[in-house]
């Protein structure tokens, strides 16, 4: 039996259309949804993530705006740019885009966006909902993990009971995600990369998710003798030109199902934002 691909493009082709939707809804009511992405330097991958941003946020007819500034830019300067932005009522969601330049780095980056615009969901404000216990995907939640649930919820994977082992223990996504599985009831193992036998614990796993960074980490050796373990991979690597997974094509060849690179978490990524910043705007317009 060949394994299932949980491809995300079926449920973006929902979601674009509900989030269209809801859009239209909004500029009847003479609001466009805005969002605003900060770009500090001009690292080429993050030009190339904006853009994909733009595109989706486009395409359901929100507003895109893109201010870019020098790396060299002072940490009080920065501020002041970003004060603006959470001050302006035009503008509903604001995103500041990772990694920012070394003079930066000092700064609560997560907190110095207004809560209520901040569609990445990495406010303090907005992530307690996640250490509270919340399963409502509603919320402005972290959007990797957001767009993981989602795409399990849709192919029918009940994670109720499950053991999931997540790999990678960063703020954008593993720690947000382990809790967030374990609101709906998964049995959670956060690993790193100082974790002793890993490949005991991923055998035992019924959901493996890597979000490590390195091209086919997880190799076929990761997975029990069974064809039951579902592979999530949240990896976008560059290998040979290439771009790669975490989890190798013989660890995919083993399993019940996994996610493809490109093609399956990137997409949801990007979704879950854009769904974060419609839900941003209505609750602007409501208050």
């Not at 466009?32 to 770009?39: A, E, W």
């Not at 001009?42 to 989706?56: F, M, R």
């Not at 991923?202 to 086919?216: C, N, Y």
């Not at 083993?254 to 997409?267: I, M, R």
């Amino acid at each position: 039996m060949h394994p299932k691909i949980l491809a995300a493009q079926p449920l973006v082709t929902e979601l674009k259309k509900e989030l269209r939707h809801r859009c239209e809804g909004l500029k009847n009511r003479g609001v466009t949804p805005s969002m605003c992405v900060v770009l500090v330097g001009d690292n080429p991958a993050s030009l190339t993530y904006i853009k994909n941003k733009q595109k989706v946020c486009e395409e359901i007819g929100a507003h895109f705006k893109l201010i870019q500034m020098p790396a060299s830019i002072a940490a009080q300067d920065f501020l002041s740019e970003l004060n603006k932005l959470n001050q302006d009522p035009s503008v509903h969601g604001i995103i500041i885009q990772l990694p920012v330049s070394e003079s930066l780095k000092a700064l609560n980056i997560p907190n110095l966006v207004n809560p209520e615009k901040d569609i990445d969901g990495f406010n303090g404000v907005n992530t307690q909902a996640i250490y509270t216990g919340t399963t409502n995907l509603k919320l402005l939640l972290p959007c990797t993990p957001k767009g993981i649930i989602n795409l399990l919820n849709y192919y029918g994977i009940s994670l109720d009971g499950k053991n999931v082992v997540v790999i990678g223990r960063s703020l954008i996504v593993g720690k947000p995600l382990s809790m967030m599985l374990s609101n709906f009831n998964a049995t959670v193992t956060l690993a790193h990369s100082k974790t002793k036998n890993l490949k005991q614990l991923t055998q035992l796993a019924d959901i493996i998710i890597s979000a490590v960074g390195k091209s086919e980490f997880i190799g076929s050796d990761f997975l029990a003798h069974h064809s039951s373990q579902i592979l999530i991979d949240v990896g976008i690597n560059s290998f040979d030109g290439k771009l790669t997974g975490d989890i190798s094509k013989e660890a995919q060849d083993k399993s019940l199902a996994f996610t493809p690179v490109p093609g399956g978490v990137g997409p949801m990524t990007v979704i879950s934002l854009i769904e974060n910043l419609i839900t941003a705007t209505e609750n602007q317009v409501k208050g």
